[in-house]
């Protein structure tokens, strides 16, 4: 069917109307601010939070951090703190402004594109450069404080604007050494629900001490005073043990293999780790992560380990 072509005067008004004027270009964070969804989940504000809380998993993951804590505060905001290399804060050799600003208000702005080149990141997750610009764009308010190379740095944005800008003062006697302070207050206008799902925020940080053996990462609420950490030195075994529904009926299979500097088809470091138990009763669970993301459609990562269980079992 042929479609019908306007004829109400307002709507022939409309077609003539339309111009290089009508074009609107949508500059900074104003396209996250539009269209949250496609940019992040929108039913609460846990995956904005993740963003936050995968960039200090990056730092551990590259070997500079040990710690990482979560504070949901009685106000609503929450707080990561890091104890890794803390956020560069001089200008940016081409933009000609702070690094860390640009970390929060440009879409494409960080240190996890240049892999394998001298980059700031062998391997990380988040989304790249855009998931901490997309927290403070959907944030009422955001603070930050970045402890580097002997000062401390802070700034604080109010929906994605700068409003306090950079400032540096010396570190003193009660300031770490280094790491990453940032606290967020979500903005709920952007979001089905303002809580954040407990239980899929506990599951997740605990995940994360569990993908990073050696790693503690702490939770702590205000309101109820209760402070958990978890760290796995056993990594994925002893973090399979501690979830299964029954007891296993044989050992747990597990195993990892990773690329070296002579693999053709992988980068160096790259490969896998994986976790089998096997009981009698329960439903088939599993879990699947992609440099410390979870990956919860799957994937041929997925896939590709379950197939090749079946066929050595299969004999």
Same mark, same amino acid.
């Given at each position: 069917?042929?479609?019908?072509?306007?004829?109400?005067?307002?709507?022939?008004?409309?077609?003539?109307?339309?111009?290089?004027?009508?074009?609107?270009?949508?500059?900074?964070?104003?396209?996250?601010?539009?269209?949250?969804?496609?940019?992040?989940?929108?039913?609460?504000?846990?995956?904005?939070?993740?963003?936050?809380?995968?960039?200090?998993?990056?730092?551990?993951?590259?070997?500079?951090?040990?710690?990482?804590?979560?504070?949901?505060?009685?106000?609503?905001?929450?707080?990561?703190?890091?104890?890794?290399?803390?956020?560069?804060?001089?200008?940016?050799?081409?933009?000609?402004?702070?690094?860390?600003?640009?970390?929060?208000?440009?879409?494409?702005?960080?240190?996890?594109?240049?892999?394998?080149?001298?980059?700031?990141?062998?391997?990380?997750?988040?989304?790249?450069?855009?998931?901490?610009?997309?927290?403070?764009?959907?944030?009422?308010?955001?603070?930050?404080?970045?402890?580097?190379?002997?000062? $401390? *740095?802070?700034?604080?944005?109010? %929906?994605?604007?700068?409003?306090?800008?950079?400032? /540096?003062? =010396?570190?003193?006697? #009660?300031?770490?050494?280094?790491?990453?302070?940032?606290?967020?207050?979500?903005?709920?206008?952007?979001?089905?629900?303002?809580?954040?799902?407990?239980?899929?925020?506990?599951?997740?940080?605990?995940?994360?001490?569990?993908?990073?053996?050696?790693?503690?990462?702490?939770?702590?609420?205000?309101?109820?005073?209760?402070?958990?950490?978890?760290?796995?030195?056993?990594?994925?075994?002893?973090?399979?043990?501690?979830?299964?529904?029954?007891?296993?009926?044989?050992?747990?299979?597990?195993?990892?293999?990773?690329?070296?500097?002579?693999?053709?088809?992988?980068?160096?470091?790259?490969?896998?780790?994986?976790? $089998? *138990?096997?009981?009698?009763?329960? %439903?088939?669970?599993?879990?699947?992560?992609?440099? /410390?993301? =979870?990956?919860?459609? #799957?994937?041929?990562?997925?896939?590709?380990?379950?197939?090749?269980?079946?066929?050595?079992?299969?004999?």
């Amino acid at each position: 069917m042929a479609a019908k072509l306007p004829s109400t005067p307002s709507a022939l008004s409309a077609l003539s109307n339309y111009s290089e004027g009508s074009i609107r270009v949508l500059k900074g964070l104003e396209p996250v601010k539009q269209r949250p969804g496609m940019y992040t989940r929108t039913d609460n504000p846990l995956h904005i939070i993740q963003e936050v809380l995968d960039n200090a998993a990056d730092e551990a993951l590259a070997g500079y951090g040990k710690k990482i804590k979560v504070t949901l505060h009685q106000d609503g905001s929450v707080g990561i703190d890091d104890d890794g290399r803390g956020i560069p804060f001089g200008l940016h050799p081409e933009e000609n402004a702070p690094v860390i600003e640009l970390v929060f208000t440009q879409l494409h702005a960080g240190g996890k594109f240049d892999k394998g080149k001298g980059g700031a990141y062998s391997f990380s997750g988040g989304l790249h450069g855009v998931g901490v610009s997309v927290t403070n764009a959907l944030s009422q308010r955001m603070e930050v404080a970045s402890h580097r190379e002997g000062q $401390v *740095a802070t700034l604080v944005f109010a %929906a994605g604007d700068v409003v306090e800008p950079l400032a /540096l003062r =010396p570190q003193g006697p #009660g300031d770490r050494r280094q790491g990453t302070t940032v606290r967020a207050w979500p903005d709920a206008k952007y979001f089905e629900s303002a809580q954040l799902p407990m239980h899929e925020l506990t599951h997740l940080l605990r995940s994360k001490a569990v993908l990073m053996p050696g790693v503690s990462v702490t939770l702590n609420i205000e309101s109820t005073r209760e402070t958990t950490t978890w760290q796995f030195k056993g990594g994925l075994r002893d973090y399979l043990s501690q979830t299964l529904s029954a007891d296993p009926v044989i050992p747990l299979f597990e195993g990892e293999g990773f690329a070296g500097r002579q693999d053709d088809s992988f980068a160096e470091g790259e490969g896998a780790s994986w976790c $089998v *138990a096997f009981t009698e009763e329960g %439903a088939p669970v599993r879990e699947s992560y992609v440099n /410390l993301i =979870p990956t919860s459609a #799957g994937g041929t990562h997925e896939s590709g380990l379950r197939d090749g269980l079946f066929q050595a079992v299969k004999g």
